[in-house]
């Protein structure tokens, strides 16, 4: 079997072979950590965008959509925290002279840690055959329990340093788990502090007026300076949420793995504003449900888990993340988080506004308190493709490559294909394309032998292809083949659209949550 790295470099040289994502301004050797969507990456975002969309905004009657500004005044930030508190520790090797950041670091190692308890796991299943009890090997197997228990401890004390800000620590953590630089191999590092990351930009014309503005650095911020506008214009009532999707900017430190940790990426965030003290059981409440949406997509349920944070951030009372199997490992791929009252009661403070709500039940306002959906869309976007593709041997000794996306989220939903460019298959294909392209997009493709088409549209992860043959003339049906199964099945030409239709439609999917 590949090992993950090679994995995880099919998976960026794919999307760039097949039009989905792009290193940005290549032709200038590219920008660290920013890509751009190609023709099929935009697609697949726009579906992806669309899906959470519909589940968080549509399907839910308190919940309404805004899209704010990405310049917000720069007080926002302060009343944020992010100014003071929007940092990441980081650490130089002095040999190599890169940067890390520190807690990635010891992470690393301990996912190093994990992997050991997936072999003993993979070892044992093989040695015991049928028989075996992954739960039964994971509780009772003493070097399992060994690694699980250093693996929590590491953890357990990365998350309380940093929480008490004891960069001193993270320091001698590392130094004892005796972790070495990747590039240099050597363990000469620096002291650990702290990085803000956020850009800064100015507005205005002149020098000196200009005003320092930043870059938001989520998207959350629009959300809370709204929060009265939309609930008084809504008339709405608590509980309720307003959800956006849009740009984020952060100056990460490690910028590497592909789109999985962007300067310039795209959030899809919830808040929900609920009534002080009922915290906890919203907090449950959004972490089953987001769980259910990701888990409706059919992208198997072992590849999720939760992870309940040990240090909080300076806005939270409790906070999780649902964690995907990316090819390089379980990693955050959105966070649940319970916000308490403090952006709005900071806006309050900052802005000597009142951000209240006047409760009629209870005859009593009060700053509501907010539990918060974020998820990455670009990190979604990884999530989907690296789990999509797929490399398949073959009955008759050869392979496929398959992007086997969920057909909801595929770019293109139907390829047809005319068996032979003559006879007027060409005429009925292209007739069934015009047809198809007012419900889905549609690819037309007449060149080379059928199986290659068919080949190229596995790789691009279309759904189904649709070929007219000389059967067609007499009867008026063709071929559908479904990509996952190659199985082929003869439909007649005025089914085509329907049996589609409800394969790729996001009703149908969404049932599942
Ligand atoms: P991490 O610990 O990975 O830096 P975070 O905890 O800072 O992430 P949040 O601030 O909770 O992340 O942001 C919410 C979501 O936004 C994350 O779950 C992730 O999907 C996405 N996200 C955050 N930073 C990036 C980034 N640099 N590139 C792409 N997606 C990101």
């Known amino acids: 079997m590949a090992n993950q790295e090679d994995i995880f470099k099919k998976v960026i040289s794919h999307a760039k072979e097949y039009g989905y994502i792009f290193q940005?301004?290549?032709?200038?050797?590219?920008?660290?950590?920013?890509y751009d969507y190609g023709q099929n990456g935009a697609e697949l975002k726009k579906n992806i965008r669309e899906y959470w969309w519909k589940a968080m905004v549509q399907l839910n009657d308190n919940i309404v959509g805004i899209d704010a500004a990405i310049f917000m005044h720069p007080t926002t930030w302060k009343a944020s925290g992010h100014v003071d508190a929007f940092n990441d520790p980081l650490i130089?090797?002095?040999?190599?002279?890169?940067?890390?950041?520190?807690?990635?670091?010891?992470?690393?190692?301990?996912?190093?840690i994990e992997a050991k308890i997936d072999k003993e796991v993979t070892k044992a299943a093989k040695r015991f055959g049928d028989s075996f009890d992954k739960d039964q090997f994971l509780s009772t197997n003493q070097r399992v329990l060994d690694y699980q228990n250093?693996?929590?401890?590491?953890?357990?004390?990365?998350?309380q340093s940093l929480e008490k800000e004891d960069l001193a620590d993270v320091k001698a953590l590392i130094e004892e788990l005796g972790i070495v630089c990747p590039v240099s191999?050597?363990?000469?590092w620096t002291d650990v502090k702290q990085f803000n990351l956020m850009f800064g930009t100015k507005l205005g014309a002149s020098a000196d007026t200009a005003t320092d503005l930043y870059l938001r650095p989520e998207t959350a911020q629009g959300i809370f300076v709204n929060f009265l506008n939309v609930q008084k214009t809504g008339r709405m009532k608590i509980p309720f949420g307003i959800a956006q999707t849009g740009k984020a900017f952060r100056n990460e430190i490690v910028a590497r793995q592909f789109i999985f940790r962007m300067r310039e990426f795209e959030q899809m965030e919830m808040q929900y504003f609920i009534k002080p003290g009922t915290q906890k059981e919203w907090y449950e409440a959004w972490k089953e449900k987001r769980m259910k949406w990701h888990l409706s997509l059919g992208m198997g349920k072992e590849n999720y888990r939760y992870h309940d944070h040990e240090k909080l951030a300076h806005?939270?009372?409790?906070?999780?993340?649902?964690?995907?199997?990316?090819?390089?490992?379980?990693?955050?791929?959105?966070?649940?988080?319970?916000?308490?009252?403090f952006d709005l009661a900071s806006h309050e403070k900052y802005s000597g506004k009142k951000l209240q709500y006047f409760d009629p039940e209870l005859n009593e306002s009060y700053v509501p308190y907010v539990l918060e959906t974020s998820i990455g869309l670009d990190r979604m976007f990884l999530a989907v493709f690296s789990n999509s593709l797929v490399e398949e041997q073959l009955e008759n000794n050869t392979s496929r490559v398959v992007l086997k996306l969920p057909a909801v989220l595929a770019p293109t939903k139907v390829a047809v294909l005319p068996l032979l460019r003559k006879d007027g298959l060409p005429e009925i294909a292209q007739k069934l394309v015009n047809e198809l392209k007012w419900n889905f997009n549609v690819v037309y493709d007449e060149k080379d032998a059928v199986g290659r088409r068919y080949r190229r549209q596995d790789a691009v992860g279309t759904p189904f292809c649709v070929t007219v043959d000389h059967q067609t003339l007499e009867d008026e049906t063709v071929t559908i083949r479904h990509r996952d199964s190659m199985e082929q099945q003869r439909i007649a030409l005025s089914e085509v659209k329907g049996i589609i239709a409800k394969e790729v439609d996001m009703k149908e999917w969404l049932k599942g949550i």
């Open 24 to 34: 940005s301004s290549e032709i200038y050797d590219g920008l660290s950590a920013v």
């Open 315 to 341: 806005y939270a009372d409790a906070a999780a993340d649902i964690e995907f199997k990316f090819p390089f490992g379980f990693k955050e791929l959105e966070g649940i988080h319970s916000r308490t009252d």
């Open 185 to 188: 191999g050597s363990k000469n």
């Open 150 to 159: 250093k693996a929590t401890t590491i953890l357990k004390r990365l998350g």
């Open 92 to 112: 130089d090797n002095k040999d190599s002279k890169k940067r890390y950041r520190a807690d990635v670091l010891v992470e690393d190692h301990v996912a190093k």
